[in-house]
């Protein structure tokens, strides 16, 4: 391993590490070392990822079988978790074997929930090939499949093992996908750690710091994960931006990149704030400009009271309340509950007057 990889322990009832770098795939074997039988659960586009995965489990003496499932939020369905199921059932996957989730964060979201549920629980190691699943889908233990009602409405709190977040596997991810990924990183930056957002200021790309970037949007998910794993407090902040993002995401079908998604739900949580006097203006444009800077989108035009009416079945809604996550200056997250209308209107008009066709 080379000295070049970093290391974040999550804390919590059962702590892991996130090892983060190149070659971080490696340590696989170690990982699951004992182990008698694992599943790599994959989209077919890494099908030679999986492969190099599963010839490594099969070195360190573990019977590892690929299992593929569809790529991208597809795979995130309950006909998709029931073939899982009863292909697991055909292995004979026993209660002291793992799953692996190897891809993007649809893949990572579906391997912890099948991981979750087969047999009330076994182990997952998550393997994130996308910069989403590595600062975000695939830490914290988080899992869960879509249903016509909204995203992850099933699922379930079930920790990794481990998480490998091999830097090597972005040199193959697509720049708008990579882009994408960068909307968890900004967040995490603009909620908790200024130092990332300097990063991106200086190289609103990512790459320079690429690995220096994950590891501070995994610190700053782990100290909230280790402290509020069930998500009833401090870990609540996580969804910065998020409320209105599933809710695109849901009234387009998944046709928009959760990264983009999100890039729009922070600037409207920013304008929500404003309206609300928690943050200034500036404050609010540093957001824009950031976003704007790294290529994402600022705006989205769509039916808004269709988007509220999504946004209040949330899983973060409380009853009829929508609640939001809001900054009262930036580092310094709040929970905003059942904003005013005219509130609400005023953020919607920010994001939609510029927004995309």
Not at 87 to 97: A, I, N
Request: charged residues 20%.
């Amino acid at each position: 391993m080379r000295a070049d990889v970093r290391r974040v322990a999550v804390a919590g009832d059962r702590p892991y590490e996130v090892v983060i770098g190149p070659g971080a795939q490696v340590e696989l074997g170690l990982v699951l070392a004992g182990t008698a039988r694992a599943v790599v659960v994959h989209a077919a586009p890494l099908a030679g990822a999986a492969g190099a995965a599963v010839e490594t489990l099969q070195q360190a003496g573990v019977a590892a079988e690929a299992l593929v499932v569809p790529d991208g939020e597809a795979a995130k369905t309950a006909e998709v978790a029931a073939g899982a199921w009863e292909e697991f059932g055909r292995l004979g996957l026993t209660r002291s074997d793992a799953v692996v989730g190897l891809g993007g964060g649809a893949v990572t979201d579906l391997a912890g929930f099948l991981a979750a549920t087969w047999l009330r629980g076994v182990r997952v190691v998550q393997v994130p090939t996308s910069l989403l699943g590595m600062v975000d889908a695939a830490v914290g233990g988080k899992t869960g499949i879509n249903t016509a009602a909204g995203k992850n409405l099933v699922g379930a709190f079930h920790p990794p093992a481990a998480v490998l977040a091999d830097t090597d596997a972005l040199a193959a991810l697509p720049a708008a996908e990579f882009r994408a990924g960068l909307a968890e990183v900004v967040k995490c930056g603009l909620i908790a750690d200024q130092r990332v957002l300097e990063l991106l200021e200086a190289d609103p790309t990512g790459r320079a710091g690429t690995t220096e970037l994950i590891t501070r949007a995994v610190q700053v998910k782990a100290d909230a994960v280790g402290e509020d794993l069930y998500d009833t407090g401090r870990r609540e902040f996580l969804n910065y931006g998020h409320t209105l993002a599933h809710a695109i995401e849901r009234v387009e079908d998944f046709g928009w990149r959760h990264g983009e998604a999100v890039a729009v739900g922070l600037l409207f949580a920013a304008e929500l704030a404003v309206a609300a006097g928690r943050l200034s203006r500036a404050e609010a444009d540093r957001h824009r400009d950031l976003v704007a800077a790294m290529g994402l989108p600022t705006g989205y035009r769509g039916d808004w009271a269709r988007l509220q009416s999504v946004m209040r079945v949330d899983k973060k809604a409380r009853g009829a309340a929508m609640r939001f996550v809001v900054l009262e200056g930036i580092g310094n997250p709040t929970i905003l509950t059942d904003p005013d209308q005219a509130w609400l209107n005023a953020a919607w008009a920010a994001v939609s007057e510029s927004g995309n066709p």
